[in-house]
């Protein structure tokens, strides 16, 4: 006896899909008015609500491989909006702060996210109360107390 299955009707895979054609989306725009990529914007988002922070913190709560993360650092201090400085609590680590041009270019990018936040509420129409909250109470369960899904 088989199981019917449909990847494409699967709601896992159709999140996962849906989060990664939202997220290019908005990269694409912060690349073109910006040139940042999407693991760049990610850690200014991060650096942007903690005065210092390290890597490892970074990698833990955006959801990037450590390398990316350690990438887009370098390339963000490269174009100076990060400042890197080693741990005074834990030597082996590094810490990321904005810099002022960091911060300007995050305000940018805040405004724009909201503008793309609307835009996105909008397609969803008179069901976005409904979807969002849905959302909420699916990201809300955590069986291994992590942020990995």
């Known amino acids: ?3 019917s299955f449909r990847l494409d009707d699967y709601l896992p ?10 997220s290019r989306e908005y990269a694409d725009r912060c690349r073109s008015k ?3 990529s999407r693991s760049e914007w990610r850690v200014l988002a991060h650096l942007n609500e903690e005065a210092s922070v390290s890597v490892r913190e970074i990698h833990r709560r ?3 491989d450590k390398s990316k993360v350690s990438r887009a650092a370098a390339r963000l201090e ?4 990060v400042t890197k400085t080693v741990s005074q ?3 082996r ?4 702060k904005l810099t002022d041009e960091g911060k300007s270019i995050f305000h940018a990018l805040a405004q ?3 503008v793309f936040e609307r835009e996105l509420k909008s397609r969803l129409g008179p069901d976005a109360d409904a979807f969002l909250a849905g959302l909420e109470r699916l990201m809300e369960h955590d069986p291994d107390g992590d942020d990995a899904a």
Not at 13 to 22: C, F, N, T
Not at 93 to 96: I, Q, R, T, Y
């Open 1 to 3: 006896m088989s199981l």
């Open 13 to 22: 895979y159709r999140l996962a899909v849906l989060a990664g054609r939202i």
């Open 34 to 36: 910006y040139g940042l």
């Open 62 to 64: 955006v959801d990037m």
């Open 78 to 81: 490269a174009a100076r909006l």
């Open 89 to 91: 609590s834990d030597r």
């Open 93 to 96: 680590l590094v810490e990321l």
């Open 112 to 114: 724009q996210a909201h």
